[in-house]
């Protein structure tokens, strides 16, 4: 390296990667048995500090939330209605006569048989949630330092040797994903695996999923799975399914981390209508506006005044 380009050198910036195809996450609460083997897979593979190991009263959710030591979380969510049946000792569940499940020869199975078929007076629903990686982020606007970036897979990624602490992104984030650690005062989140895909390999968290529930791949073949996912499930009488983030709205950009949702999307922790702090600026914008061209008029009223003699 000769003079020049040595001093050249550190003001050089670098070749930015090759972009390649959108990656992304389609989560199917539908499959999700909250076995939680993404959670653990996710804290294996990116070395996070354990966490959450206490009694919350809330279930079997033991994490509660998103943070920085806490990039996949299974929410458990509890519908029941109440069950009416006679709990004591020795009593038999209680089948209507006019549901048709079991003829009088069949009246002595035994009572495991009996609950397993017998009409449900609930449902459980649980979702594996993760970083959404917004096309549009805004954490990624709000970031001073230029820390949050979109990668070549065009996903949201910190790089946290340039973060600076500075919390921007914790407040922009609509969807509260992402925190501060109490160890390094960063800001931390998924990564989508980075490091996984750079080597051709799926997220750690999707590879752990037993039963698909998280599946990985580019965004537009998870798009297309998605709404034959829904298609299938509404022909099997499933009406209440349907995708959250999949597409636009006129609020919101599409996400790269998608979901199948049965229920509204409060009940599973999410915005039920998500959209961009950065527009909540407008009238600020417009009011700062007004007040420099009435400064700037001010100041050429005067020197038109000065120069007049008035």
Same mark, same amino acid.
């Given at each position: 390296m000769n003079l020049?380009?040595? +001093? +050249?050198?550190?003001?050089? =910036?670098?070749?930015? *990667?090759?972009a390649r195809t959108a990656m992304g996450f389609f989560t199917d609460t539908t499959l999700c +048995?909250?076995?939680? !083997?993404?959670?653990?897979?996710?804290?294996? /593979?990116?070395?996070?500090?354990?966490?959450?190991?206490? /009694?919350t009263g809330k279930s079997y959710d033991n994490t509660l939330t998103l943070s920085a030591i806490t990039w996949r979380h299974v929410n458990f969510i509890e519908q029941f209605a109440g069950d009416q =049946?006679?709990?004591?000792?020795? !009593?038999?569940?209680?089948? *209507?006569?006019? !549901?048709?499940?079991?003829? !009088?020869e069949d009246t002595d199975r035994s009572v495991l048989e009996q609950l397993l078929r017998e009409p449900k007076s609930g449902r459980w629903l649980m979702m594996s949630d993760v970083c959404k990686h917004c096309a549009q982020a805004p954490c990624q606007l709000a970031c001073p330092t230029g820390a949050i970036i979109s990668n070549e897979f065009h996903n949201v990624y910190i790089q946290n040797d340039i973060c600076n602490g500075c919390g921007y992104c914790v407040a922009a984030c609509p969807f509260g994903v992402i925190t501060r650690s109490s160890l390094d005062g960063h800001a931390h989140k998924c990564t989508l695996c980075f490091d996984r895909q750079r080597d051709g390999m799926e997220p750690a968290c999707a590879k752990a999923c037993p039963t698909d529930s998280i599946q990985f791949g580019s965004i537009e073949e998870l798009r297309e799975r998605a709404r034959k996912r829904v298609e299938e499930l509404h022909t099997r009488g499933q009406a209440d399914a349907y995708l959250y983030g999949a597409d636009a709205t006129s609020e919101y950009p599409p996400l790269h981390a998608f979901f199948l949702l049965l229920d509204r999307p409060s009940l599973y922790g999410l915005p039920e209508r998500p959209h961009l702090p950065q527009l909540d600026l407008l009238p600020d914008y417009i009011r700062m506006t007004l007040g420099m061209i009435l400064t700037i008029a001010a100041v050429v009223v005067t020197l038109v005044?000065?120069?007049?003699?008035?």
């Open positions: 020049l380009d040595a +001093i +050249i050198y550190p003001f050089q =910036r670098p070749k930015p *990667p090759t +048995i909250g076995c939680k !083997a993404c959670e653990v897979a996710c804290k294996q /593979w990116n070395q996070i500090p354990a966490g959450g190991l206490q /009694w =049946r006679d709990t004591s000792v020795g !009593a038999k569940p209680a089948v *209507p006569a006019s !549901a048709g499940y079991f003829p !009088a005044s000065q120069s007049h003699g008035f």
